[in-house]
């Protein structure tokens, strides 16, 4: 496909809305729902935004940094756009799918492209119980938080959290321990992609606990069920000298 009908979408930072300027008076700016690609203004924050806000369209997604760290973005440049984003190498991401409980039973639905968290919410530690596939896999963590993360946002909080960098194109989910206190020398672990995570607040009353997917936060949840979406895939562009599987591997070799 040749994409031609470019939608701008930026942040509000300074650089990004003067990009926006700057490139919209170079290319036509096309409404979202008539554009064939979306170019995305900002840092890795916007990007996964515009995921969430606009993936589900099926509309491909191409970054540039005009944020801080910009992981996920490519280099800003005003020249040339419609040729790299026609070179450019496509990766497919499938967001993880949260159903969150909380302690009046009330269901909350959400998707995150990086992680699905949990945190507790007070000076008291969080106790949560693990199953996987129905499974009692942990008894009792006692911790900050824990989190589910998918191999995109394996290199975000959850490598912030000592979890491991997965393939991009791995068949794995990371399941990492924030500040484990008991077991103290529980590290996570590597699950399949088909995994379903089961995660089971105990005392929810006492030791409130938040669960976050994307722009979702769900406060004194008492249970909350993850996995990975089969029917969602969203399509990032990357410059082929920059390609999302050559980042993740230069990613563990960063000091």
Known sequence: MKFNKIAFIASDAKDAQKALKELSKIYKNTKVDDADIIVALGGD??????????????IPI??????TIGFLMNIYSKDNLLERINNAIV??????????YDISNKKFK?????EVSLLRQSRMTAKVSINVNNKKRLNELVCDGVMVAT?????????SANGPILPINSKLLSLTPICAFRP?????????????????????????????????????????????SIKLSFKLLF????????????EQFSS
Do not use: C, H, Q
Request: charged content about 25%; aromatic content about 6%; hydrophobic content about 40%.
């Open 45 to 58: 924050g916007l990007l996964l935004n515009v995921i969430e806000t606009y993936g589900i369209k099926n």
């Open 62 to 67: 191409y970054g540039m940094n005009r944020g």
């Open 91 to 100: 990766t497919k991401v499938s967001p993880l799918e949260m159903e969150a």
């Open 110 to 114: 959400g998707i995150a492209i990086n």
């Open 151 to 159: 191999p995109a946002g394996s290199t975000a909080y959850n490598l």
């Open 184 to 228: 103290r020398r529980w590290t996570g672990a590597l699950l399949p992609k088909t995994s379903i995570v089961e995660f089971n607040i105990k005392e929810p009353e006492i030791r409130g606990v938040s669960a976050t997917a994307g722009n979702l936060e769900v406060r004194n949840v008492k249970k909350v069920n993850i996995k990975l």
């Open 239 to 250: 410059d082929t000298e920059s390609s999302l599987e050559e980042k993740f591997i230069n």
